[in-house]
């Protein structure tokens, strides 16, 4: 791990404090998840759920998330056996890499790539197989080459990670490409991980497919998901695992030694939002997607390239424009020369010239924070 070091989420809020900056780096929102999930919460605090919960869960939120894999996607799930909750899905994924990867299997990801993966398949004695991620010229979003992924497939190959809606780029992978990643899957009989933290925040009419509703891969997916990104409250720390018996038994096996179990207050505040909050999920979805919009424009006002964004918390943007060529140098300057703070896309990637000229930007910020920052940028960039 000593290539590791310190996040670059941790480094970017660091030094947006100390720079009193406008931090459209780390991807939290600035406002609170619905009313009544904080008023649950605290009522099951007060009224003395503080210990223990079962390690694989509270059967109520195992029982809900059952529930709405199933309203939302067709996923029949045992809840006794086929759903597991984690601290947040970070812990679920770290886990099902150490449980599922060998040392020397080899791990296909798709870069850019949440940091956290790079780091889990490292500690478990994997290898990295990364496929880059694209602007398609004419969708505008991020998009992958299918011989570059049918390339990175090999012998000793294990697992690929997929990541949709993906972060950092904003795209949702359509139907399509998630059957090529399927096709590979069931051909070469691997597993899949899906990371699905952002199911709910897709826009324009976009559709969330999971992987393992595709033929054949419901035996082979795993899919997490967190509390954290569907009802706005990162914090929190919560999530769980999906997928069939065998494959969620080695998530458990490894995950009794490393968090154990979440908060069971904060789960069965969750349960019951599950069944009751659909409401707030489409709003917070249709307040995202006009964030996205006004931040995308101040951006390209400003003078950035800013991609298409289909879902998540994320807008890619393009410092060529600027007359820049190095994203890291960029965003440590930014903060003292222009007040904003964003995160280098570079360092998501293995290949880091793929991403050299790319900045990400949060806009789960509330819109008179959006708008400090744009005037911000287009004050430094005055031509």
Request: proline share 7%; net charge negative.
């Amino acid at each position: 791990m000593r290539s590791y070091g310190e996040t670059v989420f941790a480094e970017m809020t660091r030094l947006a404090v100390e720079t009193e900056s406008v931090n459209l780096g780390q991807g939290f929102p600035d406002t609170d998840g619905p009313r009544s999930l904080l008023e649950a919460a605290t009522g099951h605090i007060l009224e003395g759920v503080n210990q223990y919960p079962p390690g694989p869960g509270r059967p109520e939120l195992c029982a809900a998330v059952s529930r709405y894999r199933s309203r939302e996607y067709g996923i029949d799930l045992d809840p006794d056996t086929e759903v597991y909750v984690t601290v947040g899905a970070t812990a679920g994924i770290a886990a099902a890499l150490l449980a599922l990867v060998e040392r020397g299997d080899e791990v296909v990801v798709f870069e850019p790539m949440y940091d956290s993966y790079a780091a889990m398949i490292s500690l478990a004695g994997g290898v990295r197989r990364p496929v880059p991620l694209r602007p398609d010229p004419q969708r505008g979003a991020f998009t992958f080459d299918p011989d570059e992924l049918r390339a990175a497939v090999g012998p000793r190959t294990r697992m690929i990670v997929v990541n949709t809606p993906h972060n950092p780029t904003g795209t949702v992978f359509t139907a399509d490409e998630l059957e090529m990643v399927a096709a590979l899957c069931r051909e070469h009989d691997l597993i899949a991980l899906t990371d699905e933290v952002y199911e709910f925040l897709t826009f324009d009419g976009r559709p969330h497919l999971p992987l393992a509703s595709l033929p054949g891969m419901g035996e082979r997916t795993l899919s997490v998901s967190s509390v954290g990104k569907i009802f706005a409250v990162t914090g929190w720390k919560l999530g769980w695992v999906t997928g069939p018996e065998p494959l969620v038994r080695a998530v458990r096996t490894v995950n009794q030694f490393l968090t154990f179990s979440a908060n069971g207050a904060l789960q069965l505040a969750v349960a019951d939002a599950l069944d009751t909050e659909r409401a707030w999920i489409e709003a917070q979805r249709a307040s995202l997607q006009d964030k996205r919009d006004r931040l995308a424009a101040g951006l390209a006002e400003a003078g950035f390239g800013v991609h298409t964004c289909e879902g998540t918390y994320f807008l890619m943007a393009d410092i060529g424009p600027l007359g820049h060529d190095d994203g890291v140098r960029l965003a440590l300057a930014l903060p003292r020369e222009a007040g904003v703070a964003a995160v280098p896309a570079q360092v998501f990637y293995d290949h880091e010239e793929e991403g050299v000229h790319l900045l990400r930007f949060a806009f789960c910020k509330r819109d008179e924070v959006l708008d400090e920052a744009v005037r911000r940028l287009k004050a430094w960039h005055r031509p």
